[in-house]
């Protein structure tokens, strides 16, 4: 059975809420957690036990769970085995969705954990890759169950109707587009890749998740009221799906405490990026598991060279790091870094990427447009120029561009596509969005905002409020 210490008990001298976070796999996926869990501990009054699956899939997960534990005393640790999972069915399936999937197999065991935790588990925060597992358990158990969406509100509303709208599809499946009520139409072209075929793997899951969250307790997400106003008050009001659970908005997450790991290459980047004049860097990174081509990488190495400016570039060639045993100058050859010495810095190693985007240095954001990197641009006040590669992220990137974030490459590839974004294309849209001062000037506005959302009185402190004071009642 698993126990959360003594934990702390509130002003009231009733027992603290324990509420029992169960994440999934990817560093995508564990960010939001780890930050959620450390600012529910740093306030005090509720007790927190976090499932972790050892071995993780990536070095990073590892590292991430270990420092949140040494930070975080206070959070309890309980393991989970996996059942054994034979992957084989699924040949060639990326290693993380093959985790959700195990996971979501080893279910009833979470439900043990759930039911023989002591003390008794108040309230359940769970994933959404889980939820069509955790949920039903829980309900058995009569636990409240929460989920933490890592993504945008726009995406969350697109997973919430996806489920209606192929019973409306009926036969003819996905169609051209998905016309999520009173937020926004989703082209074919935007959708995560998988999803247009029903038979695979990340669809199910897909559907079977939004079907389920309708019946969780509430809906938490990594989001702020003023960043995404229109897909928060349509799932609010029901009108994405009628009876939506409660949606907290908890965003903009930080980290609390030193527990993001990577803080040497950190310091190394400090200095460099201490010596450069404000502003003046583009950051160029695409998260912790989208791989890009080696031709890719050459047209992206070019354009930056050619673009003049400073660059600090955290450059992936594997989905997972631990298969990843390639220098930089095998990927891009001495000479490059040879010419783009003292103005250009290139790392394969985890960056601490909140500390970057927070120094004054750097001035544009190349990414990917992950949630969790959209969000921490937004904080600082970082425009971003979003190039999608797949799953949310050209959904997100339509929440970035109408939450004033930055500016969205529409036409640029996408995993799948053959076609490589040239040299040029990547100079000239670089230079264009580094001098543009109404980009940058929506994006510090963005940051006020963000500020004011979680500072006293804030929609998003409220909202974390109201989650507290729910949990406190259970
Ligand atoms: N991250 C980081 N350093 C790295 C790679 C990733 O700090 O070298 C963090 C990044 O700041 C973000 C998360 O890992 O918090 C990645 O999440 P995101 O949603 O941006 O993209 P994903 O990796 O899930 O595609
Ligand atoms: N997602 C979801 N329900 C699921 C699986 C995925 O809502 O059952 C969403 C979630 O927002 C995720 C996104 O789909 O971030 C894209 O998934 P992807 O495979 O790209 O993985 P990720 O980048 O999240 O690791």
Known sequence: AATAGDGEVDGSNAPAPHVMFIPSAGMGHLVPFFRFVSALSSRGGVRCSVVTVLPTVSAAEADH??????????????????????????????????????????????????????????????????????????????????????????????????????????????????????????????????????????????????????????????????????????????????????????????????????????AAFAAWLGEQPARSVVYVAFGNRNAVSHAQLREIAAGLEASRCRFLWVLKTTVVDREDDAEVRDVLGDEFLERVAGRGMVTKGWVDQEAVLGHPAVGLFLSHSGWNSITEAAACGVPLLAWPRGGDHRVNAMALVSGGVGAWMEHWSWDGEDRLVTRREIEEKVQEVMADATVRASAARVCEEAAMAVAEGGTSERSMQEFVSKLKAT
């Open 65 to 266: 769970f270990a420092g949140l534990f040494a930070a975080f005393p206070s959070v309890h640790r309980v393991d989970l085995n996996l059942l054994p999972f034979d992957a084989s069915a699924f040949p060639g399936a990326d290693p993380f969705l093959l985790r959700w999937e195990a996971l979501r197999r080893s279910a009833h065991l979470l439900g043990q954990l759930v039911a023989g935790a002591a003390p008794r588990v108040s309230a359940v925060v769970t994933d959404v890759t889980l939820a069509s597992h955790v949920v039903p358990i829980t309900k058995r158990l009569r636990v409240p169950c929460h989920v933490l969406f890592i993504s945008s509100a726009a995406m969350l509303s697109l997973l919430a109707y996806f489920p209606v709208h192929l019973d409306k599809n009926g036969k003819s499946g996905v169609g051209d587009v998905v016309d999520v009520p009173g937020v926004r139409a989703v082209p074919r072209p935007c959708l995560p890749q998988p999803l247009p075929d029903l038979d695979h793997l990340f669809t199910k899951q897909f559907v079977d998740n939004g079907r389920a969250i309708v019946n969780a307790d509430g809906i938490l997400v990594n989001t702020f009221d003023a960043l995404e106003p229109a897909a928060l008050a349509a799932l609010r009001d029901g009108t994405v799906v009628p009876g939506f659970p409660p949606v907290y908005t908890i965003g903009l997450l930080k980290s609390v405490g030193s527990h993001s790991g990577g803080e040497k290459a950190a």
